[in-house]
């Protein structure tokens, strides 16, 4: 006998099913997240962090309600991502949404916990106004508070509250130090918005070589650019440092250039004692790559001249990267300034070298003498690419003083440019900021935060289609729902005719 599930004990059946589910939902936490990122969900990192509090976190949401999209967007994800931290954080994590616009004494401590307000865009009644609203975050634990002033990247919210969260329970920072004294830029000033991005998770500092050595001693070491002949006390303190387990960051300049008298030559600050003693095959060459950024040159026409861009082989956009390497694995690109490549044949004994970011295979060289004025011509037509532009190295180095010293397992990435964070030069460009966070974090070993950072929030492009398959595709698309609409109606139609035929002949 067929079951009718339309019956009052059917749909009792169903209720009950139904109340039982929810009564689990409520016991038991878990989501599935099919993004390849896992964006909508938290980290390992995150859950962790807030698994192990040993005081409880209260977090304040300082967001104005009913907000249009994409803001009202925002105030949902961060919901849903502060009830994730409190699924796993329990009585230790609580957080309330608190709307500054109803309560003036709270509009008042957001702007003294400098959380301003933002000035959005809101269509009523067919006009476009301005309205002024409140997106921020602050992070109260142990007597101490970190804030987020504006929620407006998604993709980098976890990364945001985690790190507040690790800096608050954290009795102190790793150093990360910059080299300087030997003419390098400032971290303070030509790399501002890399310091602030570092402050998040490190004490950041000026490092100098005094008598005594490299002191204080860093985590990480990065080494941008120096211009300066460097003396030999200098680096054997360096190699003393990486003989003790030291992690380095080279980006450096085999080739100092100037684009406005457009004159380029080799540059030597005694670095390359190191290089030569760990095998990192920094070239003195400089990579061109149709793959590149404008500049803006002056044309004569008659009496005028007129400002024109040009695409510039000397500023590669690097868009290939190493897949395996979740330092690189997940830009899209970065831009380089007059960049060395690296030869990652004649690393030492002891060390493994991994390439990071390359040029497009429509790339070249210039070796010896060097040629950088902007030409007005049609594209270059370069063909012996890719070449490795940054690359990893992990091991045991050899002593560049002493031939029978070994280093403690260590790590360094090596950039064949030192301006390429230099906001001074290229300005605030992201993919650079980022591939030098990820290289910091790798060098500290800070995984975890380097899985967060890595989750991008975005439109996932389409791979490219040769062009004989695209007829194919465009008219499969076109036509294909059709025949499939088609073929399950004769498909029906047939088992409907079979079906009648079988019923009239069972009556004759």
Known sequence: MKRDWTTRSGLMVIGLILVVVNIIGITLFARVDLTDDGVYSLSDASIKLVENLEDPVTIKAYFTADLPAPYGTNRRFLKDKLDDYRAYGGNNFQYQFIDPAEDESAEQEAQRLRIPPVQIQVIERDNVQLKSAYMGVAIEYGGEREVIPVVEDLSTLEYDITSGLRRLTRDELPVVGFLEGHGEPSVFQEMGTLRQALARNYDVRSISISDAGISPRPEALLVVAPTDTIPDEHLKAIDNYVMDGGRLALFLNRVTADLRQGQASALSTGFETLLDAYGIGLRNDLVMDVQSSPVTVQQQSGFFNIARQIEYPFLPIATRFSGDNIMVSRLREVVFHFVSSIDT???????????????????????????????????????????????????????????????????MVVAGDGDFINESILGRVPGNIEFALNAVDWLVQEDDLLAIRAKKIEPRALDDVPEKRRPWIKYSNLFGPLLIILVVGLVRWRRRGNREFVVVGGRD
Request: no cysteine; net charge negative.
């Open 345 to 411: 044949s004649s690393v030492a004994a002891g060390i493994s070298v991994e390439p990071l970011v390359y040029s497009s295979p429509r790339s070249d060289t210039q070796e010896d003498f060097f040629f950088i004025q902007p030409m007005m011509e049609q594209r270059p037509d370069y063909s012996g690419g890719p070449y490795t532009l940054a690359a990893a190295y992990t091991g045991t180095f050899p002593s560049a003083f002493d031939a029978a010293n070994e280093s403690r397992p260590t790590r």
